[in-house]
């Protein structure tokens, strides 16, 4: 199983940025996929999640900015950051849920400036 995940960059608060993560190696459309953030002496924290129906579910301090959704046909999940914050500023991770497992995509850095 492997993710590649893309998007990321610099941006000013109250900007716009649109994060994308592909799975291989797993039934993509069976898979909960997630999106989690970290930042350095903090534990990585659940950002967004969606159900292999599609059902998303967030963390309080993105609802309303954020959106997850998943393109089966292009084993693609997207997170589209809207509004953003400078505590937003953080390494985001991939994640799917699969075999029992989870597996994680390579980190991307999210940088918002006031």
């Known amino acids: 199983v492997q993710l590649q995940a893309s998007g990321g960059g610099s941006v000013q608060a109250g900007g716009s940025l649109k994060l994308s993560c592909k799975l291989s190696?797993?039934?993509?459309?069976?898979?909960?996929m997630s999106w989690y953030r970290q930042v350095p002496g903090k534990q990585r924290e659940m950002v967004a999640s969606?159900?292999?129906?599609?059902?998303?579910d967030y963390a309080d301090s993105v609802k309303d900015r954020f959106t997850i959704s998943r393109d089966n046909i292009r084993r693609t999940v997207f997170l589209q950051m809207s509004n953003v914050k400078p505590e937003d500023t953080a390494v985001y991770y991939c994640?799917?849920?699969?075999?029992?497992?989870?597996?994680w995509g390579r980190g991307t850095q999210v940088t918002v400036s006031s």
């Open positions: 994640n799917a849920a699969s075999r029992g497992r989870d597996f």
């Open positions: 969606i159900a292999s129906s599609g059902s998303p």
């Open positions: 190696g797993a039934n993509f459309a069976i898979t909960p």
